[in-house]
DNA sequence: GGCCGGCGATAACAAAAGCTAAGAAATGAG
DNA sequence: CTCATTTCTTAGCTTTTGTTATCGCCGGCC
């Protein structure tokens, strides 16, 4: 089954193969080598991708210069500037690639088309935004009621580990809310805890 | 028109005088007196309530007895416990209200009737949820890029005036993930360096 | 009126995080 | 293999926040 259609059937297992075709058609496989942006801040592109592979971090740019990492991305994440598609206003982030990426892409027009035509999209289109809901808001509750050290602790503890092995810890750091060097030393600290106790 | 009724009207204008009749029925008035709670953490309520009058908190309690609150709610804002609604489980969190408070409820299940007989109701949940998707994902972006003064400063800047204006001082410390001292010496802060410029 | 509890400001101290810089370790490129 | 870059750790210092406690203010309640 192609990773797109198993993605949908994860939401909407009664799915048909009449459902399917109309967005099959449309796909567009595209490459992102290391570096490259899949959207970049200021451009408008309502497009939605399927990762078959590879790492992607989403960052927002800051009016010093820096930038902050927010989201990592993985196989079988959705990508897409979801508010940018939304409110057809340009991305206020970038999406990047930070190893070699495989995607499958279709344009949001089309999914548009799909909410009418077809309910079973619709249908997929709410199960999607409150899975994600639901896991940003455990997200900005994370940060609202863990202290920073607790929050690395919750990461560790937590199914992402994915975040900890294949992400430099400087990227993390943004993740968490804290600088690299701040990170560092809860590492630190972690660790020696761990040891104390036996 | 029903209060309910204009809140799905501004997501579906579509919907019918026969779609709105199913609900119409079926909804309860229900009051909160200052202190009453609509869902204590640790309870299963599968309700849905649209807030008529009056302004209420989401909380968290946690393990040393103190409590968080991460959001407030005041007229024609949907209550519910939505993560318990969607996995079953019992709420994390308590929803109490502030001040005397008018609700309509109704049973989550019906929604879920109503997903299934009527797609306008389809729709209006994936809006609902991107909508709240979208401004969950602003407000954990704000926590990860705004240091604590810099997300006070967006506040009193932002359409959020309501919170400002009638809820407590610590509580819309712990809104912003900082102690109510804290947030006084920032008030302080900005307080002074809004009449140094001139 | 007087009492009391909640709320907010402030101070003093401790703890944590930010900033800057330097150096070690790992990674990649040629 | 070597050199250069990136990544991570550590240290010293500054700034901010957390913690605890006190005090004043206000509103409700008897």
């Known amino acids: 089954?192609?990773?797109?259609?198993?993605?949908?059937?994860?939401?909407?297992?009664?799915?048909?193969?009449?459902?399917?075709?109309?967005?099959?058609?449309?796909?567009?496989?595209?490459?992102?080598?290391?570096?490259?942006?899949?959207?970049?801040?200021?451009?408008?592109?309502?497009?939605?991708?399927?990762?078959?592979?590879?790492?992607?971090?989403l960052y927002y740019p800051r009016p010093d210069g820096e930038e902050r990492t927010t989201y990592f991305f993985f196989e079988n994440h959705l990508l897409a500037d979801y508010p940018g598609c939304l409110t057809g206003q340009p991305s206020q982030f970038g999406i990047q690639a930070l190893t070699d990426t495989e995607l499958v892409v279709f344009d949001y027009a089309l999914l548009r088309r799909l909410y009418d035509e077809r309910p079973v999209y619709e249908r997929f289109g709410r199960l999607v935004a409150e899975y994600h809901l639901l896991g940003t808001d455990a997200r900005l509750t994370e940060q609202l009621l863990l202290s920073p050290e607790e929050r690395y602790r919750a990461l560790l503890a937590s199914g992402k580990t994915k975040i900890l092995e294949r992400i430099p810890q400087h990227l993390v750091a943004n993740y968490l809310g804290v600088t690299s060097v701040s990170l560092s030393r809860i590492r630190g600290r972690v660790a020696r805890t761990r040891n104390q106790k036996p």
């Open 1 to 57: 089954m192609h990773p797109l259609r198993a993605y949908l059937h994860r939401f909407v297992p009664e799915l048909t193969e009449a459902d399917w075709q109309p967005l099959a058609e449309a796909l567009r496989p595209r490459h992102l080598a290391r570096g490259d942006h899949f959207v970049r801040a200021g451009e408008h592109r309502p497009e939605l991708a399927l990762m078959l592979h590879g790492s992607c971090r």
